[in-house]
C-alpha cells in the first residue's frame, strides 16, 4: 500500500469535489453529491509517478441548520470497513446565487496548511442555483498564505471555467446510463510549482454522480472513480 501516494490522490480527489462544490445547489445536488437519502460508494483507481493503486470512496448529503452538507469518508478497502479519513463539504446560498469561498476550498484540500489567509480581494465563487447544458460558469483567481511544516508559503489558486454539457452514455459497475457532462480546467501553483489538472464529471438527475475522470496536463497522473452502488 503506497500510503503517500493514496494520500496525494485524496488531496486531488478533494480538490475535485471542492471545484464542483462552487456551482448552484440543484446542479450540486445532481453532479457533485448525492440526492438527499441516498449514499453512493465507489471505487477510485489511480496512477501517478508515485505508484499505482486505489481505494474507496462513500458520499451521502444531509441537511445540518438549513444548509447542505456532503459527507465524504475514504476507504482502504472494497467492503468499506477500514476507514482512511473523513472530511465534509458545506454550501451557503444568498437570493439567487450559491457562494463558495476559495480560502475554505483550500483549507479543505490541503489539512497540512495552517493559518490560511487571503492576500487582496476577490476569493469567492458565485454562481446561479439554476443550470442548463451548455452554459458556462467563470472561475475564480485567489492568493493565500498560509503555514506548511512550520514554513511560511504562497499559493495561488486558479479555478477554471466550469462547462455543462449535454447527456450522452457512460458505463459504470452499478449500470448502464444516459448521463449529463460536466469539464472544468483549473491550476494550483504552490511553491512555485503549478499543477494544472482537467476533469470531467458524468452524472444522473435524481441520483447524484456516476463517474469522475481526473488528469494533470502532462498525463503522468490519472484518476477513475465510478460508481460501484447505492444505498
Not at 499505482?52 to 438549513?66: A, K, L, T
Amino acid at each position: 500500500m503506497h500510503w503517500r501516494s493514496i494520500d496525494v490522490m485524496k488531496r486531488i480527489l478533494a480538490f475535485l469535489f471542492m471545484a464542483i462544490a462552487a456551482l448552484p445547489l440543484r446542479a450540486q445536488l445532481e453532479f457533485f453529491a448525492p440526492s438527499m437519502g441516498k449514499k453512493l460508494f465507489y471505487e477510485v483507481e489511480y496512477t501517478s509517478p508515485m505508484g499505482n493503486g486505489e481505494f474507496y470512496v462513500v458520499m451521502v448529503s444531509r441537511e445540518e441548520d438549513g444548509k447542505i452538507v456532503c459527507d465524504i469518508t475514504f476507504h482502504t478497502d472494497s467492503l468499506f470497513l477500514e476507514k482512511y479519513s473523513v472530511s465534509s463539504v458545506t454550501y451557503r446560498d444568498s437570493a439567487d446565487l450559491y457562494i463558495v469561498n476559495t480560502k475554505d476550498i483550500m483549507a479543505f484540500l490541503m489539512p497540512n496548511l495552517s493559518a490560511l489567509k487571503q492576500v487582496g480581494t476577490g476569493g469567492e465563487v458565485m454562481f446561479p442555483k439554476i443550470t442548463e447544458p451548455g452554459e458556462r460558469y467563470k472561475g475564480s483567481s485567489v492568493k493565500l498564505q498560509g503555514m506548511m511544516d512550520n514554513m511560511a508559503v504562497t499559493m495561488d489558486v486558479n479555478l477554471g471555467e466550469i462547462v455543462v454539457h449535454p447527456s450522452e452514455p457512460v458505463e459504470v459497475p452499478y449500470g448502464k446510463f444516459n448521463a449529463m457532462k460536466v469539464t472544468n480546467e483549473s491550476e494550483i501553483s504552490l511553491l512555485n510549482s503549478p499543477q494544472k489538472l482537467y476533469f470531467t464529471i458524468w452524472y444522473k438527475r435524481g441520483l447524484g454522480p456516476l463517474r469522475f475522470s481526473v488528469s494533470s496536463m502532462e498525463g503522468l497522473m490519472k484518476i477513475d472513480i465510478a460508481l460501484l452502488g447505492v444505498a
